[in-house]
């Protein structure tokens, strides 16, 4: 499974924090990963009007909002370098896990790579496809899981970078290639 604009952000955020405030992050990409699997095969068949008018859109919606994720996140991380406030990682927990949670659910919810992967499936009729409602719900259960399991994996993958890069160098690192690889996949949506 590739890893997107908020597995990046979730590996940097764990890497700076916590595994349990990276948990509650890959719980809430997981939980939005649910919602649309569930929006997919309830509706599918009846959205598939609604969304295409929109994609072109939503693929717009998407390049802005991974590029101001990517400069806000590098901003923030040059800016706490020079303030040397990326020492204090013990001392100065983020976020909690529930925030983490809470968060990366409405950023997955609004990002739009996720609203096109799913619109896709509607738009492909993938939606509409299981007319079985044990099918369905078989189905958004596992991509519950399936996200959880890999956002998990994703976090676990961030918990050990941020041991191994404990000093300011290594986060400032980690930061900025965090950002340089939301805009490489912000503008691999635009030529994509």
Excluded at 75 to 80: D, K, S, V
Excluded at 82 to 98: C, F, G, N, Q, Y
Aim: proline letters at 4%; one cysteine or more; glycine letters at 14%.
């Amino acid at each position: 499974m590739p890893v997107g604009a908020v597995g990046a952000l979730l590996v940097a955020l764990t890497a700076r924090s916590s595994w349990r405030v990276g948990a509650g992050a890959a719980l809430g990409v997981a939980t939005a990963d649910g919602v649309y699997a569930c929006v997919a095969t309830l509706g599918g068949a009846a959205l598939a009007p609604a969304i295409r008018p929109v994609a072109a859109g939503l693929r717009w919606g998407a390049v802005v909002v991974l590029l101001v994720l990517a400069v806000h996140g590098a901003l923030t991380a040059l800016r706490r370098y020079r303030e040397r406030e990326l020492v204090r990682r013990e001392a100065e927990t983020p976020t909690s896990p529930v925030r983490a949670y809470l968060g990366f659910l409405g950023i997955t919810l609004m990002n739009p790579m996720t609203v096109v992967y799913f619109a896709a499936l509607v738009l492909a009729g993938e939606g509409g496809a299981v007319s079985d409602r044990g099918a369905k719900t078989l189905f958004v259960l596992a991509a519950f899981a399936a996200s959880a399991s890999w956002q998990l994996l994703v976090a676990g993958g961030g918990a050990l970078l941020g041991r191994v890069l404990t000093g300011p160098r290594g986060r400032l690192g980690t930061s900025l290639v965090s950002s340089a690889v939301i805009i490489g996949l912000a503008v691999r949506l635009l030529v994509g």
